[in-house]
């Protein structure tokens, strides 16, 4: 179930701290951009941390924007990376990959953003969840939020209700940060391992 986790590499945030969370919990993880190695992974991360233009415009460079989707084995989305598997997002009016079904909006102006802390999620429902507690505390760092939809797993709200996390098939997203959520963010990475 630990091998041949691998995070994809695009240039766009902190993948580090992802990378030692998996190794925490015994995953063997390899960090890259290549096609190849990632098509033939057990299991992709896709984190994600900055503006979704550039995000994507490297996804697009590389090739990946194209190999994501087709992807067949467990993919989880982090924070941009959830919201570039969305629709589109109205951060730089950018195209997303289109796996879930929804779009990405920036949060009302009478709202304090970034969205930044901790906050609880509710309905949670999926594999994901296993052995997490309904209002469980996890890690957000924010702006924009990806609407809720047939697709979301969970919700949180801060001034409106939003998709905490995506399922769909799969592919599987969390805006929160899994590696910075003590226990409950370990306990859905590796619910999200042994997928």
């Known amino acids: 179930m630990m091998d041949n986790v691998v995070i994809i590499d695009y240039g ?6 992802v990378e030692f969370a998996l190794r925490r919990l ?3 993880v390899l960090l890259t951009s290549d096609k190849e190695t990632i098509v033939n992974a057990s299991k992709v ?3 994600g941390v900055g503006h979704a233009r550039p995000a ?3 996804l697009k460079a590389s090739g990946l924007d194209l190999i994501i989707p087709e992807l067949k084995v467990p993919v989880l989305g982090i924070c941009l990376g959830m919201q570039l598997m969305c629709i589109r997002t109205e951060e730089g009016t950018t195209k997303g990959l289109g796996i879930f079904d929804t779009s990405v909006k920036k ?12 906050n609880t999620f509710q309905r949670l429902r999926g594999a994901l969840f296993e052995g ?3 209002g469980a505390y996890c890690y957000f760092v924010h702006s924009y939020y990806a609407e809720t939809c047939n697709m979301t797993s969970s919700t949180c709200d801060y001034i409106l209700p939003f998709s905490a996390t995506l399922e769909r098939d799969n592919f599987y997203g969390c805006q929160f940060h899994p590696e910075k959520s003590g226990a409950v963010g370990e306990q859905l990475l590796l619910n999200f391992l042994k997928l």
């Open 12 to 17: 766009a945030g902190n993948v580090k701290s």
């Open 26 to 28: 015994g995953a063997n």
């Open 45 to 47: 991360v896709f984190p």
């Open 56 to 58: 994507m415009s490297s």
């Open 107 to 118: 949060f009302p102006a009478a709202a304090k953003i970034p969205h930044m802390g901790w």
């Open 132 to 134: 997490i507690e309904e």
